[in-house]
């Protein structure tokens, strides 16, 4: 648990740090590769070389510690799937009768799909909703 928070705080200081980077760096327009001596850390273009590696650095620690965090975070907890949603629906679902066992034009479609297969209609189901004007 330790470990984990630890490596929340480090993430975010990551976070803060790559949105930091980010802002400092000119925009395209004029970019950072304009004017100056080429020598130099804090020179231009010794400050596109800086600020693009530490971009690219901060960027993929932080990716890496996304999935560090995410699979920390995942230890312990069950795979289990909630299936409260899926008991209440079995329970209002109608049940269909199974066909007679000596029926020899018995298909093995519910008897809606019966009744839709000879073009009757199906029975209309009262759920309390307004019918649709046809």
């Not at 480090?10 to 970019?31: D, F």
């Not at 008991?87 to 066909?99: D, L, S």
Request: no cysteine.
């Amino acid at each position: 648990m330790f470990l984990f928070q630890f490596l929340l705080v480090v993430h975010a200081v990551i976070a803060a740090a790559l949105v930091g980077v980010i802002l400092v760096q000119k925009s395209e327009g004029g970019g950072l590769g304009m004017g100056g001596s080429p020598a130099g850390l804090m020179s231009a273009r010794g400050a596109a070389d800086f600020l693009t590696r530490a971009t690219s650095i901060l960027g993929a620690s932080f990716i890496v510690l996304s999935i560090v965090l995410a699979v920390l975070g995942a230890q312990g907890r069950s795979t289990k799937i909630d299936t409260s949603l899926a008991r209440g629906a079995a329970a209002t679902a109608p049940v269909v009768p199974a066909a007679p066992a000596g029926d020899p034009n018995a298909a093995p479609f519910s008897a809606g799909a019966q009744s839709a297969l000879q073009n009757q209609a199906a029975p209309a189901a009262d759920n309390g909703s307004v019918p649709l004007a046809q």
